[in-house]
């Protein structure tokens, strides 16, 4: 039962990642525009949910992933540990820019955080580049993660080496 509750999805729907991070850019653009920092509070929470559990404790992931992704057409699986990786590089930036504005009131150096965070959610809800999965890829190339981690990104990694050459 535990076990279940803290996995993560794979594959994903890319549909349902692309909704959730549109949300997420929603949400840090409101809280720049208005200075509602406390909003950082629910981001943060969304980010370790979907990181620890998937969508099974995250609100957001679990309406874009049974109401809003299935009303856009057919699911688009893409492999889970990429999206994860990028779900917990959300946690550290969100929870970070949280301690910054409200732990430090340091808004300045939050907002710098949640720049960045625009900047990957933007990527990700409207042309579907996920920078996380990015860094997991090099991080995979270079032998941080191990290819056991995720054998279709591996596979898709020699396929991509291969064609190179």
Partial sequence: MVKRLFSFP??????AA?????????????????GAYWLAIPLA??????????????????LAQRVIAPRLGPSKPVPGPPKRFAQGMG???????????????????ANVVLLLLVVAAGLESIFAVCLGCQVFAVLMRVGLIPE?????????GLRLRSATR
């Fill in 10 to 15: 794979n594959p994903v729907n890319e549909k």
């Fill in 18 to 34: 692309r909704v959730v991070a549109g949300v997420v850019l929603v949400t840090v653009i409101v809280i720049l525009a208005t």
């Fill in 45 to 62: 929470y969304g980010f370790w949910a979907r990181v620890l559990t998937g969508p099974t404790l995250s609100p957001l992931g679990m």
């Fill in 91 to 109: 946690a550290a930036f969100s929870t970070t820019a949280l301690v910054l504005a409200l732990g430090f009131g340091d808004h300045t150096a």
């Fill in 148 to 156: 056991t981690v995720c054998a279709e990104c591996a596979d898709v």
